[in-house]
């Protein structure tokens, strides 16, 4: 006879996970939303390459990086997110959070169980979109691209982190929030509309604080080239991770399901 | 009828942490001044109750009553604002496998509807570490083999009830709770789910199960528990809370109503004459007040003794304190 406690909990999430359509939909969007962001994202840089009037050209671009398959994970991340969210906000919209607290009752373990199968599910995931965007943009980029096994290798290992990390980050904020509609809007205002923002803002302060975001993070993550190393960007995302499930299990323990 | 797997016997609770009285009964289910309040609405008002095991206790109150919300606390999914309630002498979210001790179902919709009902049994019994032959099993149980695999979503308010009640039996508890059972299903199943609770109580579980149906409860409840607007009112054997309503009257027809009703009064006897000729008579029983007649020489035209009803007792209860009443 299985255990229950950590054990089940785990065990309960993952059976949960793959018995409802919405997973596998949704995880199978993703792949062609992939391919077809790095096939634009490839069809641009050739474009600015082989435009006379530009002076700024992007040149010859790794395939696996920034400029195309890890530039795309900006845009294809709100799906695999949506998916992760949906884990906890599908619950609240059902009515069957109630019955996962019944079996599952410690709120910490609920959704350290959430948070760990997410984390399971959506690394490989990365992988294999990273993957995906690499193999759509290089037929594109041609002679503008530059394909080497090693940063391959490692953008989409990192691709998997960034993924993985964010989807339990989004589980804390589903777990404060409780509505898809909600969690998905602050975690695009968060991940997208407020780093741009700041960005484009003349003030240092401003820019700096955009460095300290998790989307921020994530880039530097892939590209190696932000203002701290990549273990200081891997700590940020699990900074931000962290108080996200902290967040979470404080609105669990504190309000009734 | 054996709902309990082969070894397993309930009469032993497993976590026997429950107290146990003088005469050898043990309660499971503990409430000590349970309250809880929204804004300045109290939902419960200060519960102290116990439960007994081998019983099927019937918990009753109008609508709003707090008979949810004290469930919903006794599975921790409510946070009371004072006071506690125990399973077992454990708060529910202290428990390792709660499903083992407790099976509750609280509402059939606390279900994913893009799940099948199988999918969902199987999720809720790796949860807890109960075998998957478990799953198979309890689904016989509640007669659900033939939609298992289809989605939650299409079944009907009787079949969820019934994938309900057998997410409540998965884990072979001690403990049973069950929130308005009967609702939507048919004739068949009603006498289905009664003879269940019966079976379970006598297996020595201890099955506690709201109700707003009276007649439901009379024949399915050993003992009542009734609240109103969060409050005790009554928790009492079903014979006792009948008995206690003052619906027990005799009724007299007779020409000499005046005449008697005086002499019924000066034993004791309450009184109160509906039209001229008739008498209604509670605190004395029908073969004194025929005594009592014929010492004086009235006639009587009619006598006979009026039984109240669980319904009638009930309603006499909870009068005072029905919260979204159409005025009676």
Known sequence: ?257 | MAFGRCGADPRVPRFGRGRSDELGRTFLITLRGLTKRYGDKTAVDGLSLEVAAGKVTGFLGPNGAGKSTTMRMIVGLDRPTAGEALVGGRRYAGLPRPLREVGALLDAGFVHPGRSARAHLLAMARSNGIDRARVDEVIGLVGLEAVVGKRVGSYSLGMRQRLGIAGALLGDPPVLMFDEPVNGLDPDGVLWVRGLMRGLAAEGRTVFVSSHLMSEMQLTADRLVVIGRGRLLADAPVAEVIARGSGNAVRVRTPGAADLAARLTAVGAEVHRPADDELEVKGVPVDRVGLIAYEAGVPVLELRAVEASLEEAYMELTGASVEYGVGR
């Open chain 1, 1 to 257: 006879m299985r255990s229950g406690g950590r054990t089940g909990a785990l065990a309960a999430e993952w059976t949960k996970l793959w018995s409802i359509r919405s997973t596998w939909w949704g995880l199978a969007c993703s792949v062609p939303v992939m391919a077809l962001m790095s096939l634009i994202m490839a069809q641009d840089i050739v474009t600015d390459n082989t435009d006379p009037a530009l002076a700024d050209r992007p040149g010859v671009v790794s395939v696996s990086g920034t400029g195309t398959a890890g530039g795309s994970v900006d845009m294809v991340q709100f799906v695999i997110l949506a998916l992760a969210a949906l884990m906890i906000t599908g619950e609240y919209a059902t009515g069957s959070i109630r019955a996962t607290l019944q079996w599952v009752p410690p709120r910490a373990r609920m959704l350290s169980a959430k948070a760990a199968v997410a984390v399971a599910v959506m690394f490989p995931v990365g992988v294999v979109l990273a993957l995906v965007g690499t193999a759509s943009a290089y037929p594109v980029l041609g002679k503008w691209g530059r394909l080497d096994a090693g940063d391959v290798v490692h953008d989409a290992l990192m691709t998997g982190v960034y993924l993985a990390v964010m989807s339990a980050f989004v589980l804390g904020v589903a777990a404060m929030l409780r509505s898809t509609a909600a969690t998905i809007t602050a975690t695009f205002l968060f991940l997208m509309v407020l780093p741009v923002t700041l960005a484009n803002s003349r003030s240092d302060l401003m820019k700096d604080i955009a460095d300290g975001l998790p989307s921020a993070a994530g880039r530097h993550l892939l590209a190696g080239d932000g203002p701290y190393p990549a273990a200081a960007a891997l700590a940020i995302l699990a900074v931000w991770t962290a108080a996200a499930l902290w967040g979470g299990v404080t609105v669990l323990r504190h309000r009734d399901a």
